[in-house]
């Protein structure tokens, strides 16, 4: 066996083995489509559920409908729940010795977990199509041209990237995969403590903190000033991420895969010993 030693070597030989994982994962999807049935509807769903029920009850800053405020908290919260995915999937190679399989291989190290995460990005890809459709339908769209429309997705779909290392991460560590689906039963709150759905001003002052640095909260904000939705943050709101959402966002996402991507590697190295 050719030992590849130069830094560009290696970097070609991981992202050959990664795409060829990442191939993998979405043969494993078409395999299982009541999965990929699933995701679609779940966004759907929730498009409709939301947008009706609260959407008669609450009341916009500033006016505006509440379909269209909601859609951008809706992306956000699918765009964090998509991490229990990853989770699931990778605590599921762990636990049935896929791998140790893949550990015996002649493989580049970083290419399991980068398969991982660039197949969910993948199919987040139609997810949020399926979403921005339903979206379209029950009233919602963007105001601010094509331009800035690509770059709130992008935005999403970078915030996917980044949260999915944090699915590879929590799925190497946990013990197997009902460990996983406990703690994902904790993404639940932090979508929720967050301008997604409701606004912070009636929020008691130590909530509103916390919902303000939410990185929920965050990607919300940023997706509704690039989109040109209602509940954009006035001028003069307290906090930083607020004011500034696309840096906030940004900042989350490369502070993510800068700890994430490494701890990642080192579980997964760690996991055959």
């Given at each position: 066996?050719?030992?590849?030693?130069s830094p560009?070597?290696?970097?070609r030989w991981?992202?050959a083995?990664g795409l060829?994982l990442?191939g993998?994962?979405?043969s494993r999807?078409?395999?299982?489509?009541e999965q990929?049935i699933a995701?679609?509807l779940?966004?759907?769903?929730?498009?409709v559920?939301f947008?009706?029920?609260?959407?008669?009850?609450?009341?916009?800053p500033?006016?505006?409908?509440y379909?269209?405020?909601?859609?951008p908290?809706?992306?956000?919260?699918v765009?964090?729940?998509?991490?229990?995915?990853?989770m699931g999937r990778m605590?599921?190679?762990?636990?049935l010795?896929?791998?140790?399989?893949?550990r015996s291989?002649?493989m580049?190290r970083?290419a399991?977990?980068f398969?991982?995460?660039?197949a969910?990005?993948?199919?987040?890809?139609p997810l949020l199509?399926a979403?921005?459709?339903?979206?379209?339908?029950?009233?919602w769209q963007?105001h601010?041209?094509?331009l800035?429309?690509v770059?709130?997705f992008?935005?999403?779909?970078l915030m996917?990237y980044?949260?999915s290392w944090?699915?590879?991460?929590v799925?190497l560590?946990a013990?197997?995969?009902?460990?996983v689906t406990?703690?994902?039963?904790?993404?639940l709150p932090?979508?929720m403590?967050?301008?997604a759905f409701?606004?912070t001003?009636g929020?008691?002052?130590w909530?509103?903190f916390?919902?303000?640095w939410?990185p929920v909260?965050?990607?919300?904000a940023?997706?509704?000033e690039?989109f040109?939705?209602p509940?954009?943050?006035?001028s003069g709101?307290?906090a930083w991420?607020?004011?500034?959402?696309?840096?906030?966002v940004?900042?989350?996402?490369?502070?993510l895969?800068?700890?994430?991507?490494p701890l990642s590697?080192?579980?997964?190295?760690?996991r055959?010993?």
């Amino acid at each position: 066996m050719t030992t590849i030693t130069s830094p560009a070597g290696r970097l070609r030989w991981t992202f050959a083995d990664g795409l060829t994982l990442i191939g993998r994962e979405l043969s494993r999807l078409r395999q299982e489509p009541e999965q990929i049935i699933a995701a679609l509807l779940f966004p759907v769903i929730m498009v409709v559920l939301f947008g009706y029920v609260f959407g008669s009850a609450i009341q916009v800053p500033g006016g505006g409908d509440y379909r269209e405020f909601l859609m951008p908290g809706l992306f956000a919260m699918v765009t964090f729940t998509s991490v229990q995915g990853v989770m699931g999937r990778m605590a599921a190679d762990a636990s049935l010795g896929v791998m140790d399989r893949f550990r015996s291989m002649p493989m580049a190290r970083l290419a399991v977990p980068f398969g991982h995460t660039g197949a969910d990005s993948v199919v987040g890809v139609p997810l949020l199509a399926a979403m921005a459709g339903t979206g379209l339908l029950v009233g919602w769209q963007p105001h601010r041209g094509l331009l800035h429309t690509v770059e709130a997705f992008l935005l999403l779909m970078l915030m996917r990237y980044a949260l999915s290392w944090v699915g590879v991460y929590v799925g190497l560590v946990a013990k197997n995969e009902q460990m996983v689906t406990q703690l994902a039963t904790l993404f639940l709150p932090v979508t929720m403590l967050s301008n997604a759905f409701v606004p912070t001003d009636g929020m008691p002052t130590w909530l509103r903190f916390l919902a303000d640095w939410n990185p929920v909260s965050a990607l919300t904000a940023a997706s509704r000033e690039l989109f040109g939705n209602p509940g954009m943050a006035a001028s003069g709101h307290n906090a930083w991420p607020m004011e500034h959402p696309v840096a906030a966002v940004l900042l989350w996402s490369a502070a993510l895969l800068v700890v994430l991507a490494p701890l990642s590697l080192r579980a997964y190295s760690r996991r055959g010993r």
